[in-house]
């Protein structure tokens, strides 16, 4: 068997990287388009590494590291990941590949490595194990079938809309809201709402320009993005990704104001996209949610969500000496 070699990524491996990706876990597929836009546009104040590994001329494997500002992080967590060709699955392979990415990420002095895998993946499971790090979360998957549902939830999103416009809440769409500075009111949505997330690490709060930069994204559409406004205040929002090539339509982000919870409106919103998605012939639509939280996870099963393999979270505690 010939040896594996690593070398960088580059912007022009963006493609590749995501035919690698999709490869390593076929029922996500990676859109390539959206995979060298996310490359091209990290975070502001977060550093990154990437890294194709090929055996006999054949890429076989993405790696990479990435992390936030160090200041703001008081573990100094550092995320690694591995994305290896399902065929190439040997678990010595892959031990050494999280081994290998490990290495690389010690050199910008993390205080934990974090990585996620498939829960359905046994091997990188165990290879995880292996090198000591520990299962601390895991994120449950769900898909909803829009040919099953698709005529119920039309008729739900117009029984909520209705109930919504009863308690002077309007539903709309960001291309259709005339606020000038709309962008700004949802980036103070959208900031409020993620601290209540729940999350092992902290949630960075991003500026103002990386959130317009991700609402400009290949994904997302104004007329896709669905608001609930009381007179001109974002009070809750929903949207789905669409990729322009390949892979799932996805939920990218439900949520509602702290003052107006209980209400309702997170699920109305949510039922305006879902139900856009039905008249646009989607199929299926995927979401994601912590295991802990009971609020989403209480929609999602309302609305006809079944579960599909989900992700573990594994931490491994480490200093400047290594493990």
């Given at each position: 068997m010939s040896a594996v070699t690593y070398r960088p990524a580059t912007l022009d491996d963006a493609a590749l990287a995501s035919d690698v990706m999709t490869r390593a876990y076929p029922s996500l597929p990676q859109d390539p388009v959206l995979t060298r836009y996310r490359w091209e546009r990290v975070r502001s104040g977060y550093e990154s590494a990437r890294f194709l590994a090929d055996?006999?001329?054949?890429?076989?494997?993405?790696?990479?590291?990435?992390?936030?500002?160090?200041?703001?992080?008081?573990?100094?967590?550092?995320?690694?990941?591995?994305?290896?060709?399902?065929?190439?699955?040997?678990?010595?392979?892959?031990?050494?590949?999280?081994?290998?990415?490990?290495?690389?990420?010690?050199?910008?002095?993390?205080?934990?490595?974090?990585?996620?895998?498939?829960?359905?993946?046994?091997?990188?499971?165990?290879?995880?194990?292996?090198?000591?790090?520990?299962?601390?979360?895991?994120?449950?998957?769900?898909?909803?079938?829009?040919?099953?549902?698709?005529?119920?939830?039309?008729?739900?999103?117009?029984?909520?809309?209705?109930?919504?416009?009863?308690?002077?809440?309007?539903?709309?769409?960001?291309?259709?809201?005339?606020?000038?500075?709309?962008?700004?009111?949802?980036?103070?949505?959208?900031?409020?709402?993620?601290?209540?997330?729940?999350?092992?690490?902290?949630?960075?709060?991003?500026?103002?320009?990386?959130?317009?930069?991700?609402?400009?994204?290949?994904?997302r559409r104004p007329d896709r993005t669905w608001i609930a406004l009381d007179n001109d205040r974002a009070v809750a929002m929903s949207y789905l990704r669409f990729p322009p090539v390949r892979g799932l339509v996805w939920t990218g982000y439900t949520a509602s104001h702290p003052e107006y919870r209980g209400r309702g409106f997170a699920r109305a919103v949510k039922l305006q996209s879902l139900s856009q998605a039905v008249d646009l012939g989607v199929p299926i639509v995927g979401t994601d949610n912590d295991a802990t939280n009971a609020a989403m996870l209480h929609i999602n099963e309302k609305l006809g969500y079944v579960r599909r393999p989900g992700f573990v979270e594994h931490h491994k505690r480490v200093t400047s000496r290594g493990a």
């Open positions: 055996r006999g001329g054949e890429p076989i494997a993405f790696l990479g590291w990435i992390h936030g500002p160090w200041a703001k992080l008081p573990e100094r967590h550092c995320e690694v990941e591995v994305w290896l060709d399902q065929s190439q699955h040997e678990q010595e392979l892959v031990t050494e590949m999280w081994s290998w990415i490990g290495d690389r990420a010690m050199a910008e002095e993390p205080g934990l490595l974090l990585a996620y895998c498939g829960e359905d993946e046994p091997v990188m499971l165990d290879s995880l194990a292996a090198l000591g790090y520990k299962r601390e979360g895991a994120e449950k998957v769900w898909e909803l079938d829009l040919k099953t549902h698709g005529a119920r939830l039309r008729a739900e999103a117009t029984g909520t809309r209705a109930q919504a416009e009863a308690a002077g809440i309007r539903l709309t769409t960001l291309a259709d809201w005339d606020a000038e500075d709309k962008v700004k009111r949802l980036y103070e949505l959208d900031s409020i709402t993620r601290q209540d997330i729940p999350s092992t690490m902290p949630i960075l709060t991003e500026s103002l320009e990386d959130f317009e930069r991700r609402m400009r994204g290949p994904d």
